[in-house]
């Protein structure tokens, strides 16, 4: 059998947190790191801008909305490595207009004053099929291939904390359920987008923000998933958790945040790296280095 580089891979890593993260699992990680992005340019440019600073990332292209594009990630992994031993999740897009980025509490005003409803509806559609979709066929692709104390960190927001509270009642049981199932989520993501599209999303007791219910979408799926890592690879001794960078300074977040892409990357890059001799976080959101109660 081929003795393998370990690796850790990074998506939507060319800016921001996700480049943040990146960097500093460079330093940190005793193996390869892949540095994806959707544009090659952009991600070539990453690397060649972290290979100046004395690191040695690689680079793979990857749009997370397109099947052919993960699934050629996925040959690539399984020819070079036979396998993956971290991976982090961070690729997501925003909803509001790329001028004038939210403030904190802003997540819950959508669709902003003035807003085209048709245009807002194909935003909310947006950041459905990217934040949540496209995670869960990262993760259906490439958790097959995670090795034994592999460790796997998807990038959610507070913000689904905050979403969570501001769902009906019945939508808040079903989403902290300990049993609901992978296709059950994806029924209720779809809903939202349908209830949405007819104007009736607030009535039917969801929070009136497409990223934060693609973000509610992000938590729950990872719950999910290190339930059935639990019961199908439980020797494996592998960890998956949904993480908050916190708010940080980003083209998405805006100049007004609170943290820095570095600070943002604390907590994603703690869980990517935790030993293998450690029994947990698993199946948990963190922040700060804490868990936070679902």
């Known amino acids: 059998m081929p003795s393998y580089n370990r690796v850790a891979l990074v998506t939507g890593a060319n800016k921001g947190i996700g480049f943040a993260i990146t960097r500093d699992l460079c330093r940190k990680f005793p193996g390869d790191v892949v ?12 690397v060649q801008q972290l290979q ?10 990857l749009d997370i909305d397109n099947p052919q ?15 993956l031993d971290v991976l982090v999740n961070n690729a997501g897009i925003g909803t509001w207009p790329k001028n004038k980025p939210p403030g904190k509490r802003d ?13 807002f509806h ?21 958790l097959p291939l995670i090795k034994t104390q592999g460790r796997v960190v998807n990038v959610s927001s507070l913000i689904s904390l905050e979403a969570l509270k501001n769902c009906s009642p019945e939508l808040r049981q079903k989403f902290r359920s300990e049993t609901i199932t992978e296709e059950e989520l994806v029924g209720l993501m779809n809903k939202f ?46 960890l998956l958790n949904a993480c908050c960078p916190g708010w940080v300074r980003t083209d998405m977040a805006g100049p007004k945040a609170t943290k820095s892409p570095e600070e943002g990357a604390e907590t994603p890059v703690y869980l990517a790296l935790l030993t293998p001799d450690a029994e947990g976080p698993h199946g948990q959101f963190v922040q700060d280095k804490k868990v936070e109660q679902w």
Request: charged share 30%.
């Open 122 to 142: 194909i935003q909310r559609e947006a950041a459905m099929k990217t934040n949540f979709f496209g995670t869960q066929a990262v993760c259906t692709e490439l």
């Open 193 to 238: 987008v349908e209830d949405a599209k007819e104007g009736v999303h607030e009535k039917e007791g969801w929070p009136n923000s497409a990223y934060a219910v693609s973000k509610i979408g992000v938590t729950v799926l990872s719950r999910i998933y290190a339930r059935k890592l639990n019961e199908e690879r439980r020797g494996d001794k592998i």
């Open 52 to 61: 100046a600073e004395g690191l040695s990332p690689r680079f793979h292209q």
């Open 69 to 83: 594009s993960i699934c050629a990630l996925r040959d690539f992994l399984r020819k070079e490595y036979g396998g």
């Open 107 to 119: 997540f819950f005003k959508e669709p902003q004053p003035g807003t085209d409803l048709n245009h």
């Open 35 to 46: 540095l994806t992005a959707r544009d090659e340019a952009r991600g070539r440019a990453a």
